[in-house]
Protein backbone atom coordinates (compact mmCIF):
# COMPACT_ATOMS: atom_id res chain seq x y z
CA UNK A 1 0.00 0.00 0.00
CA UNK A 2 1.41 3.62 -1.04
CA UNK A 3 0.42 6.34 1.09
CA UNK A 4 0.11 9.74 -0.70
CA UNK A 5 -1.50 11.19 2.08
CA UNK A 6 -3.80 10.48 4.99
CA UNK A 7 -7.00 10.47 2.89
CA UNK A 8 -5.52 8.90 -0.63
CA UNK A 9 -3.46 5.79 -0.87
CA UNK A 10 -3.17 3.30 -3.65
CA UNK A 11 -3.08 0.00 -3.12
CA UNK A 12 -0.05 -2.28 -4.45
CA UNK A 13 -1.79 -4.10 -7.68
CA UNK A 14 -2.21 -1.12 -9.29
CA UNK A 15 1.39 0.04 -9.59
CA UNK A 16 3.32 -2.06 -12.12
CA UNK A 17 6.93 -2.73 -11.50
CA UNK A 18 9.33 -4.28 -13.92
CA UNK A 19 13.31 -4.69 -13.66
CA UNK A 20 15.34 -3.83 -16.66
CA UNK A 21 18.66 -3.14 -17.25
CA UNK A 22 20.17 0.46 -16.31
CA UNK A 23 21.88 2.63 -18.80
CA UNK A 24 25.27 4.05 -18.60
CA UNK A 25 28.45 3.42 -17.04
CA UNK A 26 28.90 0.12 -15.10
CA UNK A 27 31.18 -2.00 -16.79
CA UNK A 28 30.33 -5.49 -17.16
CA UNK A 29 27.93 -5.56 -14.66
CA UNK A 30 25.46 -3.38 -16.33
CA UNK A 31 25.39 -6.10 -18.92
CA UNK A 32 24.12 -8.75 -16.52
CA UNK A 33 22.14 -7.08 -13.75
CA UNK A 34 18.67 -5.71 -14.14
CA UNK A 35 18.83 -2.87 -11.39
CA UNK A 36 16.81 -0.04 -12.95
CA UNK A 37 12.87 0.01 -12.00
CA UNK A 38 10.12 0.83 -14.33
CA UNK A 39 7.10 1.78 -13.10
CA UNK A 40 4.07 1.94 -14.34
CA UNK A 41 0.28 3.59 -12.89
CA UNK A 42 -2.63 3.83 -15.18
CA UNK A 43 -4.36 6.58 -13.69
CA UNK A 44 -8.10 6.49 -15.71
CA UNK A 45 -7.72 2.35 -13.91
CA UNK A 46 -7.03 3.18 -10.56
CA UNK A 47 -8.82 3.83 -7.24
CA UNK A 48 -8.09 7.55 -7.20
CA UNK A 49 -11.19 9.91 -6.73
CA UNK A 50 -12.31 11.40 -9.97
CA UNK A 51 -11.43 14.58 -8.61
CA UNK A 52 -7.41 13.71 -8.46
CA UNK A 53 -7.58 11.86 -11.83
CA UNK A 54 -8.51 14.67 -13.30
CA UNK A 55 -5.92 16.68 -11.50
CA UNK A 56 -3.32 14.76 -12.30
CA UNK A 57 -4.84 14.09 -16.03
CA UNK A 58 -4.47 17.69 -16.63
CA UNK A 59 -0.85 18.35 -15.78
CA UNK A 60 1.89 19.02 -18.48
CA UNK A 61 4.08 16.39 -17.67
CA UNK A 62 5.99 14.49 -20.22
CA UNK A 63 6.11 11.09 -18.21
CA UNK A 64 2.51 10.99 -18.47
CA UNK A 65 1.56 9.30 -21.95
CA UNK A 66 -1.87 10.65 -23.99
CA UNK A 67 -3.63 7.15 -22.36
CA UNK A 68 -3.06 8.58 -18.68
CA UNK A 69 -0.35 6.36 -17.51
CA UNK A 70 2.60 7.49 -15.60
CA UNK A 71 5.77 6.07 -16.60
CA UNK A 72 8.77 6.76 -14.07
CA UNK A 73 12.18 5.01 -15.44
CA UNK A 74 14.09 5.02 -11.93
CA UNK A 75 18.23 4.05 -12.32
CA UNK A 76 19.84 6.65 -10.10
CA UNK A 77 20.94 3.69 -7.95
CA UNK A 78 23.15 0.42 -7.94
CA UNK A 79 20.55 -1.77 -5.97
CA UNK A 80 16.93 -2.88 -7.47
CA UNK A 81 15.73 -2.29 -3.83
CA UNK A 82 16.63 1.57 -3.35
CA UNK A 83 15.81 2.13 -7.27
CA UNK A 84 11.82 0.59 -5.96
CA UNK A 85 11.89 3.35 -3.42
CA UNK A 86 13.31 6.28 -5.11
CA UNK A 87 10.39 5.07 -8.34
CA UNK A 88 7.34 5.09 -6.02
CA UNK A 89 8.73 7.70 -3.92
CA UNK A 90 8.79 10.10 -7.37
CA UNK A 91 5.38 8.71 -7.86
CA UNK A 92 4.10 9.94 -4.31
CA UNK A 93 5.94 13.33 -5.11
CA UNK A 94 4.26 13.52 -8.58
CA UNK A 95 0.63 12.47 -6.92
CA UNK A 96 1.47 15.21 -3.89
CA UNK A 97 1.94 17.85 -6.67
CA UNK A 98 -1.01 17.24 -8.34
CA UNK A 99 -3.73 17.26 -5.35
CA UNK A 100 -2.14 19.98 -3.87
CA UNK A 101 -4.73 23.46 -4.21
CA UNK A 102 -2.62 26.52 -4.62
CA UNK A 103 -4.62 29.64 -3.27
CA UNK A 104 -5.14 32.50 -5.85
CA UNK A 105 -2.92 35.06 -6.78
CA UNK A 106 -3.88 38.31 -5.52
CA UNK A 107 -2.51 41.11 -7.93
CA UNK A 108 -0.77 44.10 -6.02
CA UNK A 109 0.24 47.45 -6.95
CA UNK A 110 3.37 49.26 -5.88
CA UNK A 111 3.26 51.79 -3.29
CA UNK A 112 3.12 55.74 -4.06
CA UNK A 113 6.48 55.81 -1.69
CA UNK A 114 7.94 52.97 -3.58
CA UNK A 115 7.20 54.59 -6.85
CA UNK A 116 8.57 58.00 -5.95
CA UNK A 117 11.80 56.58 -4.56
CA UNK A 118 11.76 54.63 -8.24
CA UNK A 119 11.29 57.89 -10.04
CA UNK A 120 13.67 59.77 -8.11
CA UNK A 121 16.81 57.25 -8.69
CA UNK A 122 15.64 57.30 -12.24
CA UNK A 123 16.36 60.99 -12.48
CA UNK A 124 19.42 61.02 -10.09
CA UNK A 125 21.04 58.30 -12.73
CA UNK A 126 19.91 60.80 -15.69
CA UNK A 127 22.14 63.86 -14.11
CA UNK A 128 25.07 61.51 -13.62
CA UNK A 129 25.03 60.50 -16.98
CA UNK A 130 24.39 64.48 -18.08
CA UNK A 131 27.31 65.14 -16.48
CA UNK A 132 29.81 62.82 -18.38
CA UNK A 133 29.25 64.85 -21.55
CA UNK A 134 31.51 67.00 -23.30
CA UNK A 135 32.65 69.99 -21.05
CA UNK A 136 32.31 73.24 -23.56
CA UNK A 137 34.94 76.11 -22.87
Not at 38 to 52: G, K, M, P, T, V
Not at 78 to 105: C, M, S, V, Y
Request: aromatic residues 2%; glycine residues 6%; without cysteine.
Amino acid sequence: MLNISPSVSISDDEIELTAIRAQGSGGQNVNKVSSAIHLRFDINASSLSDFHKQRLLDRKDQRITKDGVIIIKAQQFRTQEKNRDDALTRLRELINDAIKILPPRRPTKPTKGSQRRRMDTKSQRGKIKNLRGRVDE
